[in-house]
């Protein structure tokens, strides 16, 4: 199997679709209205296993909740944050860790705390780091 990175991007987003209320994009959007999941780009490596056999590649989602300020955005987070439940960023994601078919395998590795600047306004969000095979 190779792995095409469109493919790997919707298959990202289609497990982040399955948490209820979280906004996702597949693409970097122009305006992003929190809570908010986006998928980025690939960072690929080639050629793991001779002739073409493998490929594994690093990628990050955003997941954007809502101005600084905002009392229930750290809350969210949390939600999104935990290990496991309905909200569970990595919950979402690992339920099907081929994303439909895009990849051998997919884990979500790390959460890293951050804000982003959206259209002027500082915004709590966690970078996910994804590791996938395929």
Do not use: W
């Not at 493998?54 to 229930?72: K, T």
């Not at 790390?110 to 966690?126: D, H, S």
């Amino acid at each position: 199997m190779t792995m095409t990175p469109s493919a790997v991007r919707d298959g990202i987003k289609n497990r982040l679709a399955t948490i209820s209320g979280l906004r996702v994009h597949d693409t970097m959007p122009d305006s992003v209205a929190p809570p908010a999941g986006v998928v980025g780009l690939l960072e690929m490596t080639f050629d793991l296993s001779m002739q073409r056999g493998l490929d594994a590649a690093d990628v990050e989602v955003l997941v954007i909740v809502g101005r600084m300020s905002e009392r229930g955005a750290q809350d969210k987070l949390d939600g999104y944050l935990a290990g496991t439940g309905a909200t569970s960023i990595k919950t979402a994601i690992e339920a099907d860790q081929t994303l439909g078919g895009a990849c051998q395998t997919c884990h979500v590795t790390r959460a890293i705390p951050a804000t982003i600047t959206v259209g002027g306004t500082e915004m709590l969000c966690y970078r996910y780091q994804l590791e996938v095979i395929g």
